[in-house]
């Protein structure tokens, strides 16, 4: 039993969370005055009433309410002041919202991590010379020869030159220690004594699905796609205690809390990862609910069901703290291997050559897709261009004729780039979209290379809702930041960090905005029953802001403060300050 379930608000910060000091419980508790009423017995009674708010419920007719009541871990009544005031006993703890507004859980559908991690952190860099000089930094620190990495929370468009640093950029920072510049997913970039020491010249053969990059002059630039990251073997991290390992897991998950996320869905980790999470579970420490996806490599074709079958894991296992979601599977590259069904920009497209990458012969990828559906599982496959888009219809379709995908909500993910005759395929299969803000960050070199007419269409989501094609958001952290509100943000304008708005045909409400990262992203896991929208019977996560995100100026949806995050009626951040509360 998950000691999160029965806790009261004045027991909701336990030691075991370390979320607040005692003085602070001290300050909430005479902000959060106990009441009686009348006749109403005990276990009747809520046990926490938020009042006096702006409560959007995300319910079907998005309704706006002014309180709402909880018991145990479940929302119980939503409505008036007067009306759910009415409901208070003598156990009953009441917090007046003073006309701040509540929003359900926020939810990501597509989160690695949040971030961080061992290696050269570039995340805060904006110019070509602070990434460089970050480089040099851990070089001067490092003896002659030791490999240095850096992490892979960054993206060219952040900086002001938007470009990569290449292999002749890095020489001249480091020329006798190796160097790999990691970048998001599916891209490292190597300097001269990384390629020697791994045995890379311009004479080694192509891999299939991936690239190595050349300058114009054919000399390697150092950047390796996909695949063609096989050629080099990263370090080792070093290795954790089981103790160390929850202890860092629980750290992250908190972070995530204190961004107004209530759940994430992890899109492809190994099976140890899901092990990790369900002691998590077991000790009773999860502050955040997580669906599950395991990864298989497609190319595994022969081998698929007893892959799966070794996990020793069932479709769909678990409950609403930690579930299996289903099986992923990669089909193309990222933003710089989408395969596409028109080629590249120069030069990037080398005289109208370059595609993008396919990951897996579509031979294979069929195989195994019709595979993973007779043994009763879920599919989610990476496609960022719309000729991998084809081929993930075409595998689905197979499998679909085999035994209906129909009602098993089999989703796409990313899908950047698609065509209007992919559209009724979608829709007539029940496949869901799962889509993420890459745009946010990555506009300005999605625009070099593709060109402005396909980047300004890079996540059509308008479209897609004017298609009747189900959708939901997410970050695809650490390759893109993972606050929820940024997602909001971009979906809502489709402005970037440095690039301005692209395709703002493409904008939609602040009402789908929120459905995509809250109801939607519950339908997408299955499990709109559960969670998703403040009705009474689903669970109470919930988020209080700052602001009234369905009002206020655009811009500060992004900047906005999450003031409090609930899960299952337990707070599991409170900002400092909040109702005088102190240091989360």
Not at 125 to 153: C, H, Y
Not at 544 to 558: A, G, K, N
Request: charged fraction near 25%; aromatic fraction near 6%.
């Amino acid at each position: 039993m998950q000691e999160q379930r029965s806790v009261r608000l004045s027991r909701l910060l336990l030691p075991s969370f370390r979320l607040i000091s005692l003085a602070v419980i001290i300050s909430l508790s005479c902000a959060v005055r106990l009441v009686q009423s009348q006749g109403q017995k005990p276990e009747q009674e809520p046990d926490l009433i938020l009042h006096h708010g702006k409560i959007v419920t995300v319910d079907p007719n998005f309704s706006i309410a002014e309180a709402v009541a909880t018991s145990d871990e479940r929302f119980t009544a939503i409505g008036s002041n007067e009306a759910i005031l009415k409901l208070a006993g003598s156990r009953t703890q009441k917090l007046d919202l003073k006309g701040r507004t509540v929003i359900p859980g926020l939810m990501d559908n597509h989160l690695h991590s949040a971030g961080g991690g061992p290696g050269v952190d570039l995340s805060r860099t904006r110019t070509m010379q602070e990434v460089l000089n970050a480089i040099a930094a851990r070089v001067k620190q490092s003896k002659p020869g030791d490999l240095v990495v850096t992490n892979s929370d960054w993206h060219e468009a952040q900086l002001k030159e938007q470009r990569l640093p290449l292999r002749r950029d890095l020489d001249a920072i480091s020329p006798n220690n190796p160097v790999i510049v990691v970048r998001g997913g599916h891209e490292y970039i190597l300097n001269s004594a990384a390629l020697q020491k791994w045995n890379i010249n311009k004479d080694t053969p192509a891999i299939p699905g991936g690239r190595m990059s050349r300058y114009p002059d054919s000399e390697l630039n150092g950047e390796l796609l996909d695949t063609a990251r096989s050629l080099v073997t990263l370090p080792e991290r070093p290795k954790l205690s089981r103790e160390e390992q929850l202890r860092q897991r629980r750290e992250e998950y908190r972070k995530l809390n204190a961004a107004g996320l209530t759940t994430v869905r992890h899109p492809g980790a190994p099976v140890e990862e899901y092990r990790l999470v369900e002691e998590l579970k077991q000790r009773g420490l999860l502050t955040l609910r997580v669906n599950h996806l395991i990864r298989l490599q497609g190319n595994e074709r022969e081998r698929t069901a007893a892959i799966v079958q070794s996990w020793g894991v069932s479709p769909n296992e678990g409950d609403h703290w930690l579930r299996i979601g289903g099986i992923k599977v990669v089909a193309d590259g990222g933003f710089e291997g989408a395969w596409m069904r028109k080629p590249y920009n120069e030069p990037y497209g080398e005289g109208g050559t370059y595609y993008g990458l396919r990951l897996i012969p579509e031979e294979d990828f069929i195989t195994t897709v019709r595979e993973i559906n007779r043994s009763g599982w879920r599919l989610a496959t990476h496609a960022v261009g719309d000729q991998a888009l084809d081929m993930v219809l075409h595998a689905y379709e197979a499998a679909n004729r085999d035994q209906s995908i129909v009602d098993k909500h089999w989703v796409i993910e990313h899908a950047f780039f698609s065509a209007p005759d992919q559209y009724p395929r979608i829709k007539q299969l029940g496949i869901f979209l799962s889509l993420q803000d890459h745009l946010y960050v990555a506009g300005p070199s999605l625009k070099k290379y593709l060109g402005e007419e396909r980047a300004n269409h890079t996540t059509p989501v308008r479209t897609y809702l004017n298609a009747d094609i189900p959708v939901s958001g997410g970050s695809d952290s650490p390759v893109i930041p993972y606050p929820p509100l940024w997602v909001m943000y971009h979906f809502i304008t489709r402005d970037t960090i440095s690039g301005g708005v692209f395709g703002p045909e493409e904008r939609i409400s602040r009402e789908d905005a929120l459905r995509m990262l809250t109801i939607n992203n519950a339908r997408l896991m299955l499990e709109e029953k559960e969670k998703g929208s403040l009705e009474p019977g689903k669970l109470a996560d919930l988020v209080i802001l700052s602001d009234d995100i369905l009002t206020c100026p655009e811009e500060r949806i992004r900047s906005m403060d999450v003031l409090l995050t609930m899960v299952g009626g337990n707070v599991v951040y409170q900002k400092s300050g909040f109702f005088g509360a102190g240091e989360d």
